[in-house]
């Protein structure tokens, strides 16, 4: 019914930047939030930064100051800059959504997006 596709990831060296992008796409009556999780190999998911319809945003206590998430809510999309890059952010990362999807019935679901590695050497 909707798919958010993630692009942007990859190889960077401590202290640089990137920026991170999702498209949802599908049967989208609304996208209530948008956000960005991480997963490190042998941890659990986290949250990184979230951003509603309106603008309102919260972050991770280990991205304040260094991510900054927006959004594009005419193209469905959500973006993570990045800087300051540590070793620590290396993880894979997850655009996820809460989605008022169009249908007969409509209804709010999350989805999640296939991930995009972001790898950061020292």
């Known amino acids: 019914q909707v798919q958010l596709v993630e692009s942007g990831g990859g190889l960077v060296q401590a202290g640089g930047s990137l920026r991170l992008s999702c498209a949802a796409s599908?049967?989208?009556?609304?996208?209530?939030?948008m956000g960005w999780y991480r997963q490190a190999a042998g941890k659990q998911r986290e949250l990184v930064a979230g951003?509603?319809?309106?603008?309102?945003?919260n972050y991770a206590d280990s991205v304040k100051g260094r991510g900054t998430i927006s959004r594009d809510n005419a193209k469905n999309m959500v973006y993570l800059q990045m800087s300051s890059l540590k070793p620590g952010d290396t993880a894979v990362y997850y655009c996820?959504?809460?989605?008022?999807?169009?249908?007969?019935?409509?209804?709010?679901?999350?989805?999640w997006g296939q991930g995009t590695q972001v790898t950061v050497s020292s």
């Open positions: 951003i509603t319809n309106s603008g309102s945003t």
């Open positions: 599908g049967r989208i009556f609304s996208i209530k939030r």
């Open positions: 996820n959504a809460i989605v008022r999807v169009q249908t007969l019935i409509p209804y709010d679901a999350e989805f």
